[in-house]
């Protein structure tokens, strides 16, 4: 036990999850990996504090759809490939409390999506095309570059 205590000591503080848009801006991530996490996304919230955002991590590429329902923020939703290039981003998504809630699928396949508070993307230069840098978020963006 003590062991485990020392290496982690000498390892240092492990890295908060983030994002850096292109800009610069840095992005504090809560990061969804499981399938429940990543159901629940951001749910049942009034605010998304600045600065903030979620980062939902998928096991492959796949045009993963996303809706709103019980979200009660208008969120930016940006989809990502494997190596952290933006593939889609759909801005200023509207809450959803009704039944049905309408799905948003991205042009192409993507490995993870980032919800932001809407209007982000726009003010930080996320486009498709553009490469934001993770850091702190295991094996996001994939090693050696592969999606």
């Given at each position: 036990?003590?062991?485990l205590?020392?290496?982690?000591?000498?390892?240092?503080?492990v890295?908060?999850?983030?994002f850096?848009?292109?800009d610069g801006d840095?992005?504090?991530l809560e990061?969804?990996?499981?399938?429940?996490e990543?159901?629940l996304?951001?749910?049942?919230?009034?605010v998304?504090a600045?600065?903030?955002?979620?980062?939902?991590?998928f096991?492959?590429?796949?045009?993963?759809?996303?809706?709103?329902?019980?979200?009660?923020i208008?969120l930016?939703?940006?989809?990502l490939?494997?190596?952290?290039?933006?593939?889609?981003v759909?801005a200023?998504?509207?809450?959803?409390r009704?039944?049905?809630?309408p799905?948003?699928?991205?042009?192409k396949?993507?490995?993870?999506v980032?919800?932001?508070?809407?209007?982000y993307?726009?003010?930080?230069g996320?486009k498709?095309g553009?490469t934001?840098?993770?850091?702190?978020?295991?094996?996001?963006p994939?090693?050696?570059?592969?999606?």
């Amino acid at each position: 036990m003590l062991a485990l205590i020392l290496a982690a000591a000498i390892a240092g503080p492990v890295p908060t999850p983030a994002f850096v848009a292109p800009d610069g801006d840095r992005v504090l991530l809560e990061v969804a990996v499981s399938d429940q996490e990543r159901a629940l996304g951001l749910m049942f919230r009034d605010v998304l504090a600045s600065g903030r955002g979620m980062l939902f991590l998928f096991a492959s590429e796949e045009r993963w759809s996303f809706w709103m329902k019980n979200t009660f923020i208008t969120l930016d939703m940006v989809w990502l490939d494997g190596r952290g290039v933006v593939v889609d981003v759909r801005a200023n998504v509207p809450p959803c409390r009704l039944d049905p809630c309408p799905s948003y699928l991205p042009a192409k396949a993507a490995r993870a999506v980032v919800e932001v508070n809407a209007g982000y993307a726009a003010a930080h230069g996320i486009k498709p095309g553009v490469t934001l840098r993770f850091d702190g978020v295991q094996g996001y963006p994939a090693p050696g570059g592969k999606p």
